[in-house]
Every structure is written in C-alpha cells, then in structure tokens.
C-alpha cells in the first residue's frame, strides 16, 4: 500500500491500475483549480476529483455532464469546455463563439455557429431551414442542441457520433418532428433534412459514441475475474481520451498559456486570460530509488457555468510487488509561485 502525503491545497488522489503495456501502476491524479468571475479575476481554488462519467439523463440518449478523471494515462492533451452561448442584442438570430489557445509557440481555435430557433420552410420544391428567431436567451453549448438524435420516425435508428442530438432523419425524407440543431460548425452546417453534419459542441464524448467507439480493443474476461491485466493486447494509445478530435493536441499543456472565451460569458463579449500553472513538486520513496518525479498535465476542462478553470496532472508509478517498501510514500510539496491573471477583458 502506498500511502500519498498531500502538503498542499491542491486536489490529489492514487488510483489503482495498469500501464498501456500491462505492468501494475498507481496513477496519480492532481487536480490544479482556478475560480474565474466576470471581470476576468482569477484565485486558487480546490475542486473535487470525478471518479465516474455522469450524464444528463439516461446514457443512451443524453451527454456527458462530467468525465471520470482518474484514467491510468492519456494521449498528448486535450481540452474540453462546458458553457453556453450568451444573448445577443439587436434581434440577431444567429452568433458565433469561440475558444482560442496560446502555447508557446502553437496556436489553436474552435468556432461554432449558433442560431435562435428554426423549422423547416418549404420553398417550390426544395425544404429549408427557415428564419431563426432572435437570440434573446442563453443557447447551452452541449450535444442535445447540435446535430444528431434518434429518427423520429424510426426509433431504432440513430446517428452514432451523437446519439443525444436533434434533426437527423435516416432517409431524410420527411421534415415532420425534425428539430432544427442550434449549435453548428462553421463548416458543416444542415441544408435539408437528409444532411449529415459534424455534431458541434466543445464538450466531451461519450464512450459509446463515434469515434470512441470506432477504437478497436479485445476485453480478456479470464483476465479480469483474476485480478489480471484486462486487454487481450494493449488497447490504443487514446483509449483515454475523450474531447472531441479537433480538442485534441500532440503534447501536453505547457505551464504558461493563453486562453481567450469569446462570448460564453455573461455580459463579457470577449475574456482573454494569461495562466502561469501551478506546478507541485513530487517525491516519491520506497518504490525503486527515492526521487523527484514530474506529473504531465494532460487535460484541461474549462466550465463557464461554475466559472471554473482545472488542469489534470497525471503521473504514472510503476509497482514491482516483489521490490515495494510497505512503508511506500508519494508527497506532493508545496508548488512553485505562480499567477493566474486576467490581461484583457472587452465588455459589451
């Protein structure tokens, strides 16, 4: 048993399981908080670790609300982001948000295009998305307002990438009980009843949804009910990973950075945030020399609602059951100053 020696403020956990390659480890898992307001100000905050996936309603049909954090590893990193678009004035249907990043020397967008309610219109011969109404009311960012869904006139069908959306028809023959998406990409937006678009959202996947569930891995069931390594072979690399492809980079994050929220918060059209992570120190002692060891941060989850900021650091120790000191420790030391400071904010 490794006991974990947590002298800091910050979230952490040690989690049971195994490496890619099928060796025991205890993963662990530090949870650095961030607390934002509506003027850009930034404090230290701690949050709960999320042990489990939890969804809006019943797994078939609805998103994720929150993601399990506690996975034994992860690809490069990602970035997920709950939220929703803010009203606009003047009457305007329709509006664009964004999320902009800024690490070292890379820099990264996503766009979504968002609309007020809409039906279908029919025009001579053709049916089109007609007029939205004016976006006077927040439009939440999550799947069940973006293309997808069940068939309204078939239930057994549904669109694999987002089984929780709205407007898909398998033959895209009718227009009656379709609901218009809200939230769109900027590239692939619906144009008839038989389209087949991108679901848009910043939020996380669900594991039994494209292209998770495209991964292919062998379940070894023998394997299991002895305690054993649970994949027949070793599954792929981002079996972990949950954010959507374009959310998705080669590294982790860096410990500076620069991210930008374009109008999903209230009554902030524009709140861009320059970051300097905390970073904690790490030793470890009775597995293997005693030592300073680095937790890669692998994920970072913004959530506009709570007005939150957190970044997973992700650590894995390697256990040799036959070399392990019963008195094993992991200490997380206090961290190196940092700052978290907002330097542009342009209001409405």
């Not at 089984?163 to 008839?192: D, F, K, M, N």
């Not at 120190?281 to 506009?304: F, H, K, N, W, Y």
Request: aromatic letters at 8%; a neutral charge.
């Amino acid at each position: 048993m490794i006991q974990l020696d947590n002298r800091t403020s910050l979230t952490a956990g040690l989690f049971p399981g195994w490496s890619r390659q099928g060796q025991r480890q205890q993963t662990l898992v530090i949870k650095v908080g961030y607390k934002f307001d509506n003027q850009g100000k930034l404090t230290p905050t701690a949050l709960p670790l999320i042990t489990a996936d939890e969804y809006r309603a019943e797994p078939e049909n609805s998103s994720l609300s929150a993601v399990g954090e506690t996975m034994p590893y992860k690809t490069g990193g990602e970035l997920y982001l709950y939220g929703s678009a803010q009203p606009v004035n003047g009457g305007h249907g329709s509006s664009r948000v964004a999320v902009r990043l800024k690490q070292k020397q890379q820099n990264w967008q996503k766009e979504l295009q968002v609309y007020g309610v809409r039906q279908w219109q029919r025009k001579l011969l053709t049916i089109l998305p007609g007029r939205p109404s004016a976006l006077d009311e927040e439009v939440e960012l999550c799947y069940e307002n973006a293309y997808g869904g069940y068939d309204p006139h078939n239930q057994a069908e549904c669109f694999a990438a987002n089984p929780a959306g709205c407007g898909y028809s398998i033959r895209g023959l009718r227009s009656s009980g379709l609901i218009l998406p809200q939230v769109e990409t900027i590239t692939g937006q619906i144009t008839s009843p038989g389209s087949r678009v991108e679901p848009a959202g910043f939020g996380p996947l669900a594991p039994h949804w494209e292209p998770r569930s495209k991964l292919s891995y062998n379940i070894d069931e023998q394997a299991i009910g002895q305690g054993l390594y649970p994949f027949a072979a070793p599954p792929p690399e981002e079996i972990y990973n949950v954010a959507p492809l374009d959310q998705r980079f080669k590294v982790p994050f860096s410990r500076k950075l620069t991210l930008q929220l374009c109008g999903l918060i209230p009554e902030v059209k524009e709140l861009k945030l320059q970051i300097d992570r905390t970073v904690p120190r790490i030793r470890i002692a009775g597995i293997g020399p005693s030592c300073q060891i680095e937790a890669l941060c692998d994920t970072m989850i913004v959530d506009c609602h709570q007005r939150t900021i957190a970044f997973l650091l992700r650590s894995a120790i390697l256990l040799d059951e036959n070399n392990l000191d019963p008195n094993a420790w992991v200490s997380i030391l206090q961290p190196e100053l940092s700052s978290a400071t907002q330097i542009e904010q342009e209001y409405v």
